[in-house]
């Protein structure tokens, strides 16, 4: 039976530090794919696992505490996480895309109100004082370029200078 597929020891599928046999081996553990500890999927320290592992807590991809897209202090996460709050990217408060002064979120953020690009107010392509928008906007009411009142292309004393010479 030497050399013989699924026997052992050493063997296909066989124990000690065969293929899906444990340890070492493929799909077993400790330290095989999928298995514990450091494994691929496994735990501590594995793919997907806990802890330190991709996706696993803590201080893990996507986990918590401290993981990409986990919380406290993750990627995506709260707080102070990208995309999370508070103090995170797209988060609130003090985030990108968040509020309070976050990138397109509210307050004194991008795209946001008050004070925010494209948001309202004072901020761009917004109400009031905004970029395109009213009033006092780029292309807006009142007060706006090509816009009436007080517009660049419809103020009525240009009017009169076309109309009188």
């Not at 976050?102 to 917004?126: E, H, I, S």
Request: aromatic share 10%.
């Amino acid at each position: 039976m030497d050399g013989c597929y699924g026997a052992k020891p050493n063997g296909n599928g066989a124990k000690p530090n065969g293929y899906g046999a444990k340890p070492n081996g493929n799909g077993a553990k400790p330290n095989g794919n999928g298995a514990k500890p450091n494994g691929n999927g496994a735990k501590p320290n594995g793919n997907g696992a806990k802890p330190n592992g991709n996706g696993a807590k803590p201080n893990g991809y996507g986990a918590k505490p401290n993981g990409y897209g986990a919380k406290p202090n993750g990627y995506g996460a709260k707080p102070n996480g990208y995309g999370a709050k508070p103090n995170g990217y797209g988060a609130k408060p003090n985030g990108n895309g968040a509020k309070p002064n976050g990138y397109g979120a509210k307050p004194n953020g991008y795209g946001a109100k008050p004070n925010g690009y494209g948001a309202k107010p004072n901020g761009y392509g917004a109400k009031p004082n905004g970029n395109g928008a009213k009033p006092n906007g780029y292309g807006a009411k009142p007060n706006g370029y090509e816009l009436k009142p007080n517009g660049y292309e419809l103020k009525p004393i240009y009017i009169s200078m076309l109309l009188c010479g």
